[in-house]
Every structure is written in C-alpha cells, then in structure tokens.
C-alpha cells in the first residue's frame, strides 16, 4: 500500500493549485482522510481533513476558506484544491490517513511553493 501525492508546483501569491493523492491498494476506502503538510524548520501540521464518505470535512485556521479537500473512493484518491495562496503556505504537502492508528508510511509529499 502506498501513498502517492502530486500536483505541486511554484506559483505565485494569489495563485492556485490542485493536489492530489492516490492511494493505492484501497485500503483507504472510507477511512477518514486529511492532507498534512511540513514547512522548512517546522512540526507536520494537520491541514484539511475528510470523513470516509465525504463529509463532513474540516480544515485548519490558516486555510478555512481558500483550500477545499475532497474524495473519489471509486478512484481511490484524495485532493486538496488550493486557492489564494500565501506564501506561508510553502511547504510539503503530504496526504494520509486522519486517525494515528490507520496511518501509513507517509511517503515523499509533493511541494508546494509560493512565492511572494
């Protein structure tokens, strides 16, 4: 089972990006999913998370607003559409499972840069 981010990029303040996350041998299907992400020099942060079926979703402070998660389980993929960019957003972006037991090997991330 891996997990397999992509859709990172450099891009401007202001500016938009889509990231998305496979997860292959379906073992996600309906687990509680959340995108996390790890700035240079800081702790792993929770971003945005997504419940088994959906909904409901929550996401932190610093993005309520300008990042929306969602999921395709017939595809086995989680996303994370990113809006108005800042750059304190840069950062690597990894996907996995919201709840400590379930989590997988957290795999390489996709990175996000933003610049100013």
């Known amino acids: 089972v891996q997990l397999q981010a992509s859709g990172g990029g450099l891009v401007q303040a202001g500016g938009s990006l889509r990231l998305s996350c496979v997860i292959s041998?379906?073992?996600?299907?309906?687990?509680?999913m959340a995108w996390y992400r790890q700035a240079p020099g800081k702790e792993r942060e929770l971003v945005a998370s997504?419940?088994?079926?959906?909904?409901?979703?929550n996401y932190a402070d610093s993005v309520k607003g300008r990042f929306t998660i969602s999921r395709d389980n017939a595809k086995n993929t989680v996303d994370l559409q990113m809006n108005m960019l800042k750059p304190e957003d840069t950062a690597i972006y990894y996907c996995n499972s919201l709840i400590a037991s379930q989590r997988l090997a957290w795999g390489q991330g996709t990175l996000v840069t933003v610049s100013s």
């Open positions: 997504i419940s088994g079926v959906g909904n409901p979703t």
């Open positions: 041998g379906g073992i996600a299907k309906f687990r509680p």
